[in-house]
């Protein structure tokens, strides 16, 4: 078995959802072998492709593992200041191969820099020095193949020492090899070298970069290419966004090689998004792209697109007015209550135009609140009377340890929302 480390966004939970989705949907056969919020590490029969990244908005960084080692020699090594524990790492280093990738580069002075993922918390205090450790560890093993190096540092405010994503693209440490990981999980720590990360000058191209741009009511590229994939949207797939806006989401759908439609009220919305995805065509370079967009009311969309004619919906419909402070309690509940309607009319005809086995990806408000408790809108009873099943990402079988993940087994839907955003995304996974 290969296996493969994977550093999630900040919304671990919906960045595990996303891969285990992915993964799934594409037919590749898997099993988390363990996960924390800082690393999951992913088992496969065949290495992954390191270009899948380009496929998932969730995902920061995939390094393929060199070798693994027992934690308890970690905690002996740094909290114990054991010099025989810290040889056993040097060693392990020295014979992983992780040497040898760096080497066989053309490079005169090679770049290298070391991020630690520390999912036990008893070693998170000494993470700087497990990776000045590590550093020293390879720049001294590189100097006795005569090559010339330079350890890339971190500032002294940095709170961990990890690279940025941009740091390694910048740097060009994913063409030289030159990214080394020291994950540190409960029982297991793994070593491994970067081989892919995530890339957002991409994902800003495909937001500030498209022709026509609609801030005030956007939704991120990241954020819709998340929501493609929870949809099972792979290639030939029709995917459909009933409140297409501008098209972001159909944009992420044509990326992935599926087929887009396009619904929305607005004339405007709709000039805008086939403008939109007529430049990602040529931006791209898209072969036999498919897509349209028609402006029609989504509580007839029956009427525009047919019964039973859709693989996939991935949508965001309105979440409610734009807010300065946040509200009280009661405010948030009359915001949902006029929602209602809108989003139970779109329940029933999704239902009608999706085929059997298709997925809805629905994200509707999450509202802050005065008193600390979110209003949200109560959609799961509507949907379930319709006809629609809860998705539930996390399936036993996709884990290798299920006594892990006990409290995973239930989720169906994902809270996304920061500390500025007064009302924040709450993302339903349906199944018809």
């Not at 720049?139 to 005569?146: F, I, N, P």
């Not at 994950?183 to 491994?192: I, M």
């Not at 979440?319 to 309607?341: C, F, W």
Request: hydrophobic content about 40%.
């Amino acid at each position: 078995m290969k296996f493969t480390l994977i550093i999630p966004g900040k919304n671990w939970r919906l960045s595990l959802a996303e891969l285990t989705s992915l993964f799934d949907a594409r037919g590749i056969k898997f099993f988390v072998y363990t996960f924390s919020k800082n690393f999951f590490v992913v088992s496969t029969k065949k290495e992954v492709d390191a270009s899948i990244i380009d496929y998932l908005g969730g995902i920061i960084k995939i390094g393929v593992s060199a070798t693994s080692f027992s934690t308890k020699i970690v905690k002996r090594a740094f909290l114990q200041e054991d010099k025989r524990a810290k040889e056993q790492i040097s060693k392990k280093i020295a014979t992983s191969g992780l040497i040898d990738d760096i080497v066989k580069t053309d490079l005169k002075k090679t770049i290298f820099g070391v991020s630690v993922y520390c999912a036990e918390k008893s070693l998170r205090s000494v993470s700087k020095i497990i990776q000045r450790f590590v550093g020293s560890s390879i720049k001294k093993e590189l100097s006795g193949y005569g090559k010339k190096s330079k350890f890339m540092g971190f500032a002294k405010d940095r709170r961990l020492p990890q690279l940025s994503n941009v740091e390694v693209l910048k740097k060009h440490m994913v063409e030289n090899k030159a990214e080394i990981l020291f994950c540190v999980g409960r029982d297991l720590t793994f070593l491994a070298t970067t081989v892919a990360v995530h890339d957002p000058f991409e994902f800003q191209k495909r937001d500030v970069g498209k022709p026509i741009q609609r801030k005030i009511f956007a939704i991120s590229p990241r954020i819709a290419r998340i929501m493609v994939n929870l949809a099972s949207c792979t290639e030939g797939k029709t995917l459909l966004d009933p409140f297409c806006g501008v098209g972001t989401i159909l944009q992420e759908a044509l990326l992935s090689k599926g087929k887009a439609i396009g619904v929305d009220i607005n004339r405007w919305c709709i000039e805008a998004s086939i403008r939109n995805m007529k430049w990602l065509e040529k931006e791209y370079r898209l072969e036999n792209a498919e897509y349209r967009a028609i402006k029609g009311d989504v509580h007839r969309l029956t009427k525009k697109i047919g019964c039973e004619q859709i693989d996939c919906i991935a949508t965001e419909p309105d979440l409610g007015p734009a807010l300065r402070q946040v509200p009280t309690e009661s405010y948030a509940v009359r915001i949902v209550e006029k929602l209602e309607p809108l989003y139970y009319g779109l329940l029933e005809e999704a239902h009608k135009v999706l085929k059997k086995g298709g997925r809805l990806v629905l994200v509707s408000p999450f509202i802050k609140t005065r008193s600390g408790k979110p209003v949200t809108l109560k959609i799961t009873k509507k949907a379930l009377e319709i006809g629609f099943e809860r998705v539930f990402p996390f399936k036993r079988e996709f884990f290798e340890d299920v006594t892990t993940i006990e409290g995973l087994f239930g989720v169906s839907s994902f809270v996304d929302t920061e500390k500025r955003h007064k009302i924040g995304r709450e993302i339903k996974l349906f199944q018809k």
